[in-house]
């Protein structure tokens, strides 16, 4: 049977949270974001244009080269990162769902 498109995401983003080892000054490195001029759009909740500034922000993250191990930081680090910041092109609720997906993958696997 195919993977859900999370289910995917959730299987790619283990795969780099095993492997990761970077901090996030590391995977800040070169990030699309990085020197967005309106960096604000990546924490859409604290403007004015809330779901403008989502869509706006997991458009960067879409092309930016570290958005893998960004979504993995921030969903192994989802305790720190429970903003409704925008990382790796997901946002909170889309990240608790992933977490979720690892480690039900992580219990099955054990
Ligand atoms: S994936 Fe998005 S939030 Fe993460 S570093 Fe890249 S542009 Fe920034």
Redo the contacts with the bound molecule.
């Keep these: 049977m195919p993977l859900s498109k999370k289910a995917e995401v959730a299987a790619e983003v283990r795969n780099v949270t095993e492997a990761i080892g970077m901090t996030w000054e590391q995977?800040?490195d070169g990030?699309?974001?990085?020197d967005?001029p309106n960096p604000l759009i990546?924490l859409p909740l604290e403007g004015p244009h809330p779901l403008g500034d989502a869509i706006q922000?997991k458009a960067?993250?879409r092309r930016?080269?570290?958005?893998i191990p960004?979504?993995a930081w921030?969903t192994s680090n989802i305790k720190r990162t429970m903003t409704e910041?925008?990382?790796?092109?997901h946002d909170r609720s889309d990240r608790r769902k992933i977490a979720a997906e690892v480690r039900a993958a992580m219990v099955t696997e054990a």
Excluded: K, P, T, W
């Design positions: 995977i800040c990030a699309a974001c990085a967005h990546f922000a960067v993250c930016c080269h570290v958005r960004c979504l921030a910041g925008i990382f790796g092109g």
